[in-house]
């Protein structure tokens, strides 16, 4: 958790990368399998710029651990919210935002509506990531989240379908200040944990980082605008119910048990 405020962070791209490397390195000396930075903390497309992405993968090659950087992936079509995922073989897969936040990252309707005034300056163009990635890593197989998509359980649960055993969760909460938006957006985060039976590795710019273990308890966790690292263990995720049926029967079961609980009241009352 680097607590690079959010008026700093993207003019602040030296700052970032030497901080993240810094507390990496500091990490180390605990032998970490695996290393979560938070989401677009490296403000530039890291392809576009080899000489960086190399150096990201050297400093993985040289902790011996996975690290998951957020960061941007720029296409000919689009740019995308992006984590890559580094490995110490020199090889690194990118995971694209599926869920992207209305308004900021996306504009509903622009095609329709672009138009209007401001259209174009109203909200990021993001492309949409389009695959529920499961991900090796020297711990256990990841399933990666990006910021708001830890709020929508059918995204979680396509990876832990996919075979992933631990959740990664990157997120840039400083957009939310001191107000209780990060405390509510951290709890969401364990809600993920007891569903699916996985432990949570979250990493936020300036607060709520930690690890929730399978039953949504906090193991370790950061305080809000904190510089410091968080360490702890993770194992493989157990079984739930929630994991094995999905969050479409378990939705449609309250809606049923929602309609009957309304019609017994009605004939009562009749």
Known sequence: QGNIAQSLKWNSLGLAISRYSMLTRTAAARHPQLVVWPETVITTDLNRYPALLQSFLALSREIRATIVVGSIDVTHKAAFNALFILQPDGTYQVYRKRQLVPFAESFPGRRFLGWLPYVGELAGRFGTGTVPGVYPSTALPIA???????????????????????????????????????????????????????????????????????????????????????????????????????????????????????????????
């Open 144 to 270: 990666p989240l990006i910021c708001w998509e830890s709020a929508f359980a059918d995204l979680a649960h396509a990876q832990i379908a996919g075979g992933a055993q631990l959740l990664v969760v990157s997120t840039d909460d400083a957009w939310f200040g001191n107000t209780s938006g990060p405390y509510m957006h951290a709890q969401i985060s364990q809600l993920r944990a007891v569903e699916t039976g996985a432990y949570v590795v979250r990493a936020a710019a300036t607060g709520i980082s930690g690890i929730i273990a399978p039953d949504g308890t906090w193991q370790k966790r950061s305080e809000m605008e904190e510089l410091t690292t968080i360490d702890g263990r993770v194992g493989p995720r157990v079984v739930t119910a929630f994991s094995r049926i999905g969050p479409t029967p378990v939705a449609i079961g309250f809606i049923v048990l929602y309609v009957l609980v309304l019609a017994v009241s009605v004939m009562r009352h009749d």
